[in-house]
């Protein structure tokens, strides 16, 4: 390395350094985040879903003491999402494969999460599994406004209709920023990629619908996509269903930005399913989240990343690699899940001591 090139590495890592520390610094981070828990069942028996594998005399013998270790270790997950940067769990995350709201109100009280202040929008969905989205949000940082679901309408080559996830849309404050966030989990790729894409392309053609509304109501809308979508960033869904792009210099009004396309193309992943590994957990945003002009006056995009440490990670057999999952062969496997979670860092520019005097005096006058 020349001696031209070691000076600016070490610039930008003294720039990576001083982020973190939003106390210390010019900047203010938040981390928002997509996590597919892999089967966050409670375990009583509901007779409306396909729920009974997850109930003690089920087949994967799915007691209260799996449950709450369950939950436990999805908290504990949850908790440590950009806490190395931000000295915080994710200010907002998007959850998928969990069965009901009770689920959600465990997690949020649970052991990692309890002093973290979460809330919860959420849905029940049609999905035959009883699986759902669900979107948490710490009270402090972000105030939901309004909150709808949209129901993805499928059916067989038969006719025959085929049940599968809402999709989550919540609109509200990121401090005092607007900000929509659309959650998703496709419809998988049961009977084979080719054979199940139409799904999927009927959820990119709501999705799509939901961002043009949004749209129309305000041109300047910031609006962040996240899910599971059971298709990678290149495939047709992604690139030309929500007109994303992985590259900043090809962002245009009309397109979304997808910063998990370079990662895949990178080889990296947060699945493995027999011997292939897939990206299929993203996070897309409109393109005003993309910083022109480095002022940062507003929240912009800095960074995303897939949250992979030794724990959630398998380390030895067959699928050394792999996300450390939480149910193997029809048995409990004590680990977290069979998704790694994904993640984003916004950053914004902390107003000055004179800012914040003058904030303040604003705030407290009448």
Same mark, same amino acid.
């Given at each position: 390395?020349?001696?031209?090139?070691?000076?600016?590495?070490?610039?930008?890592?003294?720039?990576?350094?001083?982020?973190?520390?939003?106390?210390?610094?010019?900047?203010?981070?938040?981390?928002?985040?997509?996590?597919?828990?892999?089967?966050?069942?409670?375990?009583?028996?509901?007779? %409306? /879903?396909?729920?009974? %594998?997850? /109930?003690?005399?089920?087949?994967?013998?799915?007691?209260?003491?799996?449950?709450?270790?369950?939950?436990?270790?999805?908290?504990? +997950?949850?908790?440590?999402?950009?806490?190395? /940067?931000?000295?915080?769990?994710?200010?907002?995350?998007?959850?998928?494969?969990? @069965?009901?709201?009770?689920?959600?109100?465990?997690?949020?009280?649970?052991?990692?999460?309890?002093?973290?202040?979460?809330?919860?929008?959420?849905?029940?969905?049609?999905?035959?599994?009883?699986? %759902?989205?669900?979107?948490?949000?710490?009270?402090?940082?972000? /105030?939901?406004?309004?909150?709808?679901?949209?129901? +993805?309408?499928?059916?067989?080559?038969?006719?025959?209709?085929?049940?599968?996830? %809402?999709?989550?849309?919540?609109?509200?404050?990121?401090?005092?920023?607007?900000?929509?966030?659309?959650?998703?989990?496709?419809?998988?790729?049961?009977?084979?990629?080719?054979?199940?894409?139409?799904?999927?392309?009927?959820?990119?053609?709501?999705?799509?619908q939901i961002v043009e509304n949004i749209?129309? @109501?305000?041109?300047?809308?910031?609006?962040?996509?996240?899910?599971?979508?059971?298709?990678?960033?290149?495939?047709?869904?992604?690139?030309?269903?929500?007109?994303?792009?992985?590259? +900043?210099?090809?962002?245009?009004?009309n397109s979304l930005f997808n910063p998990?396309?370079?990662?895949?193309?990178?080889?990296?992943?947060?699945?493995?399913?027999?011997?292939?590994?897939?990206?299929?957990?993203?996070?897309?945003?409109?393109?005003?989240?993309?910083?022109?002009?480095?002022?940062?006056?507003?929240?912009?995009?800095?960074?995303?990343?897939?949250?992979?440490?030794?724990?959630?990670?398998?380390?030895?057999?067959?699928?050394?690699?792999?996300?450390?999952?939480?149910?193997?062969?029809?048995?409990?496997?004590?680990?977290?899940?069979?998704?790694?979670?994904?993640?984003?860092?916004?950053?914004?520019?902390?107003?000055?001591?004179?800012?914040?005097?003058?904030?303040?005096?604003?705030?407290?006058?009448?």
């Amino acid at each position: 390395m020349s001696v031209k090139s070691y000076i600016s590495f070490l610039f930008f890592l003294l720039f990576i350094i001083q982020i973190p520390h939003c106390q210390n610094s010019n900047f203010k981070i938040r981390t928002i985040a997509f996590y597919n828990v892999e089967n966050l069942f409670d375990t009583i028996n509901n007779p %409306d /879903t396909f729920d009974d %594998d997850f /109930t003690p005399n089920g087949k994967n013998g799915y007691t209260s003491k799996i449950y709450w270790e369950k939950i436990n270790r999805t908290g504990r +997950v949850i908790s440590n999402i950009g806490y190395e /940067t931000t000295k915080n769990s994710p200010v907002i995350i998007g959850l998928a494969e969990i @069965e009901n709201r009770p689920v959600l109100e465990d997690l949020i009280h649970s052991e990692y999460l309890k002093n973290k202040r979460y809330n919860i929008i959420h849905f029940d969905s049609p999905d035959r599994r009883g699986i %759902d989205v669900a979107l948490l949000y710490q009270e402090k940082y972000f /105030t939901p406004l309004y909150q709808k679901n949209y129901e +993805v309408k499928l059916w067989d080559e038969e006719g025959k209709r085929i049940f599968t996830r %809402d999709i989550l849309v919540a609109y509200g404050l990121l401090e005092d920023e607007p900000i929509h966030i659309v959650v998703n989990h496709w419809p998988s790729r049961r009977g084979g990629e080719k054979r199940s894409k139409s799904k999927r392309a009927k959820a990119a053609y709501i999705v799509n619908q939901i961002v043009e509304n949004i749209y129309l @109501e305000n041109m300047d809308a910031k609006i962040i996509v996240m899910g599971d979508f059971n298709d990678d960033p290149i495939d047709d869904s992604i690139k030309n269903g929500l007109f994303s792009v992985g590259k +900043v210099k090809e962002i245009d009004q009309n397109s979304l930005f997808n910063p998990m396309e370079k990662m895949y193309k990178q080889g990296l992943n947060t699945l493995g399913y027999r011997d292939g590994i897939n990206l299929f957990d993203q996070i897309i945003l409109s393109s005003n989240y993309i910083s022109t002009n480095k002022k940062y006056d507003t929240y912009k995009f800095f960074k995303a990343g897939i949250y992979n440490p030794p724990f959630v990670i398998t380390q030895k057999g067959k699928y050394k690699g792999y996300p450390f999952r939480s149910f193997q062969n029809n048995h409990y496997s004590s680990g977290y899940s069979d998704h790694f979670p994904v993640y984003i860092y916004l950053i914004k520019k902390a107003p000055t001591f004179v800012e914040a005097s003058k904030i303040s005096s604003k705030t407290n006058s009448y």
